[in-house]
């Protein structure tokens, strides 16, 4: 495969986080004239960030049609949140047992613990304004354990897939935290997760990060099967599945 040149990379990260963000919605139209002008890219590296986005499953693409933000649907979000639970639970376990062999693999996960302890204090003494304005400091803490997870986790193969599902779970993020009350729920959760690890607790660590999975997947369904208004008519529902 050829590298990505500057632009096409930017292009592509660009487009990345409009559709990871929302800010592009799902079944949006990706067409390469229109990108190019916003942009101020050449088609080429459009195309190309069009197709590199398609691989990793966030655009529906076939040669000579429009592309088009993937759509989320309810059996979708089943299915992938099916091979998270197969994923995560097992890597938070290793990476207890790692850490309790070896210290300096818990040192992320520590100041972890207390940025999400500054952040919890500094989330309830606010305002329901300025709450929705801290979102995304809770996004940044949440992607830091993710990522610090996938660090630590010993076993590369492991590592490397629950990597290459990070766009699709980045994206969903933004539908599972709908409302202070879920972005509370979570951050017990992310506590929970992180003690279990920094105490070297296999067990828990595992059923913490189950747990989690599980009320996050519940908290999805619930926005996408209730709040339509706020997704948009172009996201396909797939209840079936």
Same mark, same amino acid.
């Given at each position: 495969?050829?590298?990505?040149?500057?632009?096409?990379?930017? $292009?592509?990260?660009? %487009?990345?986080?409009?559709?990871?963000?929302?800010? @592009?919605?799902?079944?949006?139209?990706?067409?390469?004239?229109?990108?190019?002008?916003?942009?101020?890219?050449?088609?080429?590296?459009?195309?190309?960030?069009?197709?590199?986005?398609?691989?990793?499953?966030?655009?529906?693409?076939?040669?000579?049609?429009?592309?088009?933000?993937?759509?989320?649907?309810?059996?979708?979000?089943?299915?992938?949140?099916?091979?998270?639970?197969?994923?995560?639970?097992?890597?938070?376990?290793?990476?207890?047992?790692?850490?309790?062999?070896?210290?300096? @693999? %818990?040192?992320?996960?520590?100041?972890?613990?207390?940025?999400?302890?500054?952040?919890?204090?500094?989330?309830?003494?606010?305002?329901?304004?300025?709450?929705?304005?801290?979102?995304?400091?809770?996004?940044?803490?949440?992607?830091?354990?993710?990522?610090?997870?996938?660090?630590?986790?010993?076993?590369?193969?492991?590592?490397?897939?629950?990597?290459?599902?990070?766009?699709?779970? $980045?994206?969903?993020?933004?539908?599972?935290?709908?409302?202070?009350?879920?972005? @509370?729920?979570?951050?017990?959760?992310?506590?929970?997760? %992180?003690?279990?690890?920094?105490?070297?607790?296999?067990?828990?660590?595992?059923?913490?990060?189950?747990?989690?999975?599980?009320?996050? %997947?519940?908290?999805?369904?619930?926005?996408?099967?209730?709040?339509?208004?706020? @997704?948009?008519?172009?996201?396909?529902?797939?209840?079936?599945?």
């Amino acid at each position: 495969m050829a590298r990505a040149t500057g632009k096409s990379e930017a $292009v592509y990260e660009r %487009l990345k986080g409009d559709i990871e963000s929302l800010r @592009l919605r799902p079944g949006a139209k990706l067409g390469e004239v229109q990108l190019s002008e916003e942009l101020g890219a050449s088609r080429t590296p459009v195309r190309e960030a069009i197709r590199r986005l398609a691989r990793e499953g966030l655009v529906d693409f076939v040669p000579g049609e429009v592309a088009r933000v993937a759509p989320i649907s309810l059996g979708g979000v089943r299915a992938l949140f099916e091979f998270r639970m197969l994923l995560e639970p097992r890597a938070a376990a290793s990476v207890a047992a790692a850490g309790a062999a070896d210290e300096r @693999l %818990l040192i992320p996960f520590r100041t972890l613990e207390q940025q999400l302890e500054d952040f919890d204090e500094h989330f309830r003494a606010q305002d329901a304004v300025a709450q929705a304005r801290s979102y995304q400091e809770f996004y940044d803490i949440s992607e830091g354990f993710d990522q610090a997870v996938i660090s630590a986790c010993r076993n590369p193969y492991l590592a490397r897939t629950i990597r290459d599902l990070r766009s699709q779970t $980045v994206r969903l993020r933004h539908l599972s935290h709908s409302g202070p009350r879920r972005m @509370l729920t979570s951050l017990e959760e992310h506590r929970a997760m %992180l003690r279990a690890i920094t105490s070297g607790d296999v067990q828990a660590a595992d059923a913490a990060s189950r747990h989690h999975l599980a009320q996050t %997947l519940q908290a999805l369904i619930e926005s996408l099967t209730s709040q339509d208004v706020t @997704l948009g008519t172009d996201i396909h529902l797939d209840v079936a599945g």
